[in-house]
């Protein structure tokens, strides 16, 4: 699954504790490369809960992206947030659960430069996996990316 992928998965099998099982949108920002074993992808889920980001919300300081419905291909309009753990499934998780999973589409270049310039500062996000992601953007065509520190 190439970085920009915006996928449904129905039933997702890894909720967080206490959630239940249900679908989940994500956006695929690449993985750790064919020279790992396994190879992992990265997986940032979105909320449609925008206000929990405006003022006053208990989400309002977390460093996040506002991705609208009119020009991506999520149903409604959402939130990718950086300050929250991304998913890592294999490769062959994801690969046993295919019939789960609906591609919607591809965010486009403008979103995934202003999602890599959020991920390379955050402190939550290791240095390795910050250079999977940028690896995994130039694999798209999506060059001239400052490197992580």
Known sequence: MDAGTVIKWNN???P??????????FVCLGSSGALSEPVFLYLY???TNIDDFEQGG????????????????FDEDCV????VDMYTPTE???????KNIEVKGRLNEQYMRMIYNLIIRSSKISKK????????????????LKMPK
Do not use: M, Y
Request: glycine share 6%.
């Open 12 to 14: 997702f099998p890894f």
């Open 16 to 25: 967080r504790i206490g959630d239940v099982i249900k679908p989940r949108w």
């Open 45 to 47: 889920t979105t909320t």
């Open 58 to 73: 208990k989400r309002e300081r977390h460093t996040h992206c506002h991705l609208r419905a009119s020009d991506t291909p």
């Open 80 to 83: 990718l947030d950086i300050d």
């Open 92 to 98: 062959s998780q994801v690969i046993k659960d295919l």
């Open 129 to 144: 996996i910050k250079i999977d992601i940028h690896d995994s953007f130039n694999k798209i065509g999506i060059t001239g």
